[in-house]
Structures are given as C-alpha cells and as structure tokens.
C-alpha cells in the first residue's frame, strides 16, 4: 500500500519538463525562487541511453523504448466509427501512435527540431490583413471572428532571441520571409540566428538553382533548425554538442540524438536550474491528481505517484 509523503512548499511547481517548463523553471531558479519540476519519466543520457553503435530501428521505431509506456497512461483508438474505441496496449504501428515523449525534454527529445519563428501578420492577422486587403475578410464570410492577439510581434521578439540563444538555433536571416521590411520599415529581426545554417546537400542546392533560375523574385532560405550546427555555449553556460550528420535521427521523429544535439531542455536549459541550488527534479512520477481552493480558486497541491507508488 502506498504511503503518502508531503513535500515542503515551494514558490513553484512545473508539471511536465518540456521545452516551456524548462525555460520556465530556470529562469524562476535564476531568480532565486524555490521550483520543483514533476516528469512522469527519467531524465535521459545520450551518452549511455541513445548509444551511437546500436541502432535499434525496431526497439525505437516500433517497441517505442523511449516513449510514453502504455501501461503506465495509454489512450483509445478506433479505426471506424462503428468500432468501440479500445485502450491501446501495445505499439504497433507509427503512423497510429506517434511518439508523445518520456521524461526530461518530453517529445523535443526525437522531434524534428523545425525552430522558425511566427511572423507580424501571425499576430495581427485581423488589422494586418484588413490593411493590405481592405473588406476581404468580410466578403469571405460576413460572420468573420478573426482577432488579433493582445500583443503584437514587436513586443515577442526579445523573447524570441532569447529562445534562440537559449537553444542554439540554426539559420540565416538573409532572405528569410522573417526579415522581409514591414509596413514600417523595419526588419523583424533584430538579429541573425546564433548559429550558421547547416551546410547545403546537393538536393537542397538543386532546389535553391532551381527557384532562383525561374526568375520570379523568390528568395530560397536554409531551413531554421533546432540542432546545433556547431558546437556552442548559451547564455545559462550549457554547452552544446554540434550535429554529427550520422542521418539516424530522422524518421517519423521517433529518434533521440546521440549527440546531444537536438535542442530540449534535458540538454539546454534544466542543467542550469539544477547548478542553481534552486530547481528540484522529481523524475519517474506520474501526476494524478490537483488539489483546488474553491474559495481562493487557486492550486494548493499537486499529488503524484512516483517509482514506488
């Protein structure tokens, strides 16, 4: 039977260490706040977990060996809508199940690692769009309900730099659609990428001929990438391992980097929270339950099973 143990308060609790939790917390450890981080997994090691002399394409791709364990929280599917969803209990087909992510990182451990930013117009879609295509919108559908966010790109940026440096993005600015002059003038960003764009391979160099050759004004770009081009050190004193090219990460984003160098906050950010005495990891927990103050109506507690039970 398990026996409940109470932890001591502290100013804040991340629930999931994933990209935005690992920001969150360091940066509140930074400042001297007590934080505590709750992932329902372990906290991976590329060096001795992802081993870059066996590739176990079925393990990974298939077992999902580094993915949420069925057992421990699965989820219903059907393949009709005449069938009874039934729980999932066992991987078996990629495409089906995608890999949601287990531990530190989360699903940034074997994604992609596609890192652009959102554009001006993504914010002010409605008064943007308005501007340039005046009465568009409502000719389109009379019952339009496109709105602008409360805060436009100028007030994002800053902190999309920081983002960047923090994670050691990849890309070139020059030519992007992300630093085309807006109506002001002005670029939209106010600086490059922290790291070069990785090199060219000979399908993207056919590509970027290929458009500019039509003569139609088009400015082909590297893509923006969050692995490491080189190696690299942000502003929290992490450093980062550059990308090796081995090609075994891809795949349906079901791949951990051996490297280390596919940005997550295992590998960029929570090393710091944990150097400042102020960040507390609780790995292996399965959260189940929040306790709620319906007179304050705030979060008083957060309840876990962890690898005991």
Not at 161 to 184: C, F, M, Q, R
């Amino acid at each position: 039977m398990s026996t409940p143990i109470t932890e001591p308060a502290v100013d804040v609790v991340c629930l999931g260490v994933g990209f935005m939790s690992g920001v969150v917390a360091t940066e509140l450890a930074i400042a001297g706040y007590k934080v505590v981080g709750i992932t329902k997994g372990p906290y991976w090691d590329y060096v001795n977990d992802y081993s870059m002399t066996k590739y176990d394409e079925w393990g990974v791709g298939l077992g999902r060996k580094y993915d949420s364990p069925l057992p421990l929280q699965s989820t219903t599917i059907r393949n009709n809508s005449s069938q009874f969803a039934l729980p999932v209990r066992r991987y078996t087909m990629p495409i089906q199940y995608h890999a949601l992510g287990h531990g530190v990182g989360g699903a940034a451990q074997h994604y992609g690692g596609g890192m652009g930013r959102f554009g001006p117009w993504a914010y002010q879609m409605k008064s943007l769009t308005d501007s340039k295509y005046p009465g568009m919108l409502a000719s389109i559908n009379p019952q339009d309900d496109t709105q602008d966010w409360p805060l436009d790109y100028a007030r994002y940026e800053p902190y999309y730099v920081a983002w960047e440096k923090a994670h050691g993005i990849a890309g070139d600015y020059n030519g992007s659609p992300t630093n085309l002059s807006s109506d002001t003038g002005h670029p939209w960003m106010s600086q490059n990428y922290p790291l070069p764009p990785h090199p060219t391979t000979p399908v993207g160099q056919l590509f970027h001929d290929s458009v500019e050759a039509m003569g139609l004004g088009y400015n082909p770009f590297p893509s923006v990438s969050a692995l490491a081009s080189q190696a690299y050190t942000n502003q929290y004193g992490v450093t980062v391992n550059p990308c090796v090219y081995e090609g075994y990460c891809g795949g349906l984003c079901d791949y951990a980097c051996e490297t280390g160098a596919k940005a997550n906050a295992a590998y960029r950010t929570i090393p710091k929270a944990l150097a400042t005495g102020n960040f507390t990891l609780v790995t292996n927990a399965y959260i189940f339950r929040l306790d709620y103050n319906t007179t304050t109506h705030q979060v008083t507690a957060c309840r876990y099973y962890d690898g005991h039970g």
